[in-house]
């Protein structure tokens, strides 16, 4: 199975944008659906976007549509999600996942490999 490692998180002002990357180890990179992940202190951990395990399909969540990009490359084994226009209600801890076969669910319980997280905060 996959051993995925987030990195880019950090303090940014509203209006501002970041790059989020999600580095995947240990297994077929190219065979699987990505997803990106969120939970702010207090809430459950929603769906941001995600991409089937052909780059065929995306998905994004309503909130972030027109300012998040979910983007694949399969030769670096990397996933990334760009993030502009932020919001404070953005902030929240970033979590990349993996779904062998996958075609790119909302639903976390699909997938079986997570990332440790990387925080992100959008100050006002």
């Given at each position: 199975?996959?051993?995925?490692?987030?990195?880019?998180?950090?303090?940014?002002?509203a209006?501002?944008?970041l790059?989020l990357?999600?580095?995947?180890?240990?297994?077929?990179?190219?065979?699987?659906a990505?997803?990106?992940?969120?939970?702010?202190?207090g809430?459950?951990?929603e769906?941001?976007?995600?991409?089937?395990?052909?780059?065929?399909s995306?998905?994004?969540a309503?909130s972030v549509?027109?300012?998040f990009?979910?983007?694949?490359?399969?030769?670096?084994n990397?996933i990334?999600?760009?993030?502009s226009n932020?919001?404070?209600?953005?902030?929240?801890?970033?979590y990349?996942?993996?779904?062998?076969w996958?075609?790119?669910?909302?639903?976390?319980s699909?997938?079986?490999?997570?990332?440790?997280?990387?925080?992100v905060?959008v100050?006002?």
């Amino acid at each position: 199975q996959v051993q995925l490692v987030e990195s880019g998180g950090g303090l940014v002002q509203a209006g501002g944008s970041l790059r989020l990357s999600c580095v995947a180890s240990g297994g077929t990179f190219s065979n699987h659906a990505m997803g990106w992940f969120r939970q702010a202190p207090g809430r459950e951990r929603e769906f941001v976007a995600a991409k089937s395990w052909s780059g065929g399909s995306t998905y994004y969540a309503d909130s972030v549509k027109g300012r998040f990009t979910i983007s694949r490359d399969n030769a670096k084994n990397t996933i990334y999600l760009r993030m502009s226009n932020l919001k404070p209600e953005d902030t929240a801890v970033y979590y990349c996942a993996a779904e062998v076969w996958g075609l790119g669910s909302h639903d976390p319980s699909r997938y079986a490999n997570w990332g440790q997280g990387t925080q992100v905060t959008v100050s006002s």
